[in-house]
């Protein structure tokens, strides 16, 4: 996109069947992917669907250090610390012309989204959780670019396995 100086990603959690979310919340408990998220993201503009901002408890929102961004088609609603657009398009040529910008989520706005992004985070979460909300579909065209750890899996303090794949469009 002309004017673009960041670069977009996607940046998500997801089960061993492709759940990223169950009744308006993560089925799971990974603090070290909480941590990761932070970090990923911090400095950088968040995008998220009205339902992800709404996933977040009130305390928590908006993300400390972040821009954070919610995406509605809702012409009045409000969301208190964060700035709330209606065209994804728009939003992410404004947002990518002032730096990063990563989309938080949830299932539609990863969707959505998926077609500009260059790169993807995703967690790998080895647990088997009733859902009702999925991660995109990965086709082919994302060579990976990276996997921590770099073998096997990371143990979570909560208990969980997790390994975090970072994935970039393959050149051409
Ligand atoms: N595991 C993870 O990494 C992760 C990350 C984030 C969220 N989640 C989970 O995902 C679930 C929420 O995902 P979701 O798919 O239900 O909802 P969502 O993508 O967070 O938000 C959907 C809402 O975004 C707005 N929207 C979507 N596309 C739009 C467009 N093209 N233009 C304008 N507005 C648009 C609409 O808001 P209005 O209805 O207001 O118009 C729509 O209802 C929760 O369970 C959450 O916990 C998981």
Known sequence: MGGAVGVLGLVWA?????????GGTLPWRVPE?????KALTTGTTVLM????????????????????VVLTRDRAYRAPGAEVVHDLDAALDAALAAGDVWV????????????????LVVTD????V???TTAPQVGPG??????????????????????????????G
């Open 104 to 119: 938080a989520g949830g299932g539609q706005v990863y969707r959505a989204a998926l077609a500009r992004a260059q790169r």
């Open 130 to 132: 009733p859902g009702d």
């Open 33 to 37: 992917d909480t941590a990761h998220f």
């Open 125 to 128: 979460v080895d647990v088997r």
């Open 49 to 68: 669907g009205r339902a992800t901002w709404e996933s977040l408890p009130p305390r928590f929102r908006p993300l400390p250090d972040r821009r954070n």
């Open 142 to 171: 994302w060579v990976l670019r990276a996997q921590e750890p770099a073998a096997g899996w990371a143990t979570s303090s909560a208990g969980p396995r997790f390994r975090i794949r970072t994935l970039e469009r393959a050149a």
């Open 14 to 22: 997801q089960s061993t069947d492709g759940v990223i979310g169950g």
